[in-house]
Nanobody, 128 residues
Framework: QVQLDESGGGLVQAGGSQGLSCTAS????????MGWFRQAPGKEREFVAA????????YYADSVKGRFTISRDNAKNTVYLQMNSLKPEDTAVYYC?????????????????????WGKGTLVTVSS
């Protein structure tokens, strides 16, 4: 069993930056591909970014490419999402996800299907 706890959400102005963190319980963190997904009010959940277990590969949604950066620190069981140049359309609840042995691209392509564990989410609100 893996528990994921996100933090770092809040209110930020358009054009600003925000960082999210997700800390996982358990001893096998590096076995999991980790991803960030988001769900805006009235919309379906969408993939944002993913990173392989080793941290050697990443994969991004086109909508955030060049603005968001995913990284991980396996010694701290933590994955990060640095969000820059935020836009009002980035407003959403952001969820951390863990997918056993998944590649970064695989998590992106499957759009959340097959994810083993989900966090409870953290709200990011971007004001215009």
């Amino acid at each position: 069993q893996v528990q994921l706890d996100e933090s770092g959400g809040g209110l930020v102005q358009a054009g600003g930056s925000q960082g999210l963190s997700c800390t996982a319980s358990g001893r096998t963190f590096s076995n999991y591909g980790m991803g960030w997904f988001r769900q805006a009010p009235g919309k379906e959940r969408e993939f944002v970014a993913a990173i392989s277990g080793s941290g050697g590969s990443t994969y991004y949604a086109d909508s955030v490419k060049g603005r968001f950066t995913i990284s991980r620190d396996n010694a701290k069981n933590t994955v990060y999402l640095q969000m820059n140049s935020l836009k009002p359309e980035d407003t959403a609840v952001y969820y951390c996800a863990a997918d056993l042995l998944a590649s970064a691209q695989g998590m992106g392509i499957r759009r959340g299907n097959g994810v083993d564990y989900w966090g409870k989410g953290t709200l990011v609100t971007v004001s215009s």
